[in-house]
């Protein structure tokens, strides 16, 4: 289970850093190869990444004790989720151009979902 888990992490790993490579300075809105297209969705992915870890820091700097410890170990726990969840998913495409497209916007549609939660759980401290 542990090298299952490993060459999950390794692979999408490969699969981000492939994709970052691929960076070129078109504009999204006239994407026309699946190339582009997957480096478009990667971009989203980022900035909703971004997103997550500025409204995560700002509920954890309000928390203390052990509530900060526990959302610490429940993001990294999610973030384990997320990845391997979404590794799963894309690999239904492996070996295929849309398997790094299908990747980013899982993980893009999960940390929408994470940052939703995230900012309930500020709405009520």
């Known amino acids: ?48 990444d971004e997103e997550l870890n500025r409204i995560y820091q700002q509920y954890y700097a309000k928390l203390e004790g052990v509530r900060k410890d526990q959302l610490k170990q429940a993001q990294l726990v999610w973030i384990d989720f997320r990845d391997l969840s979404c590794q799963y998913e894309a690999d239904y495409y492996q070996g295929g151009s849309l398997a790094p497209m299908v990747y980013s916007s899982c993980l893009k549609d999960k940390t929408k979902e994470r940052i939703n939660d995230l900012k309930n759980y500020i709405a009520l401290y």
Do not use: P
């Not at 699969?15 to 190339?35: E, G, K, M, V, Y």
């Open 1 to 48: 289970m542990k090298k299952l888990i490993l060459f999950g992490a390794i692979s999408g790993g490969i699969l981000f850093w492939s994709i970052h490579l691929q960076a070129d300075n078109f504009d999204c809105r006239n994407a026309a190869t699946q190339t582009e297209i997957n480096q478009c969705v990667y971009q989203d992915f980022q900035q909703k």
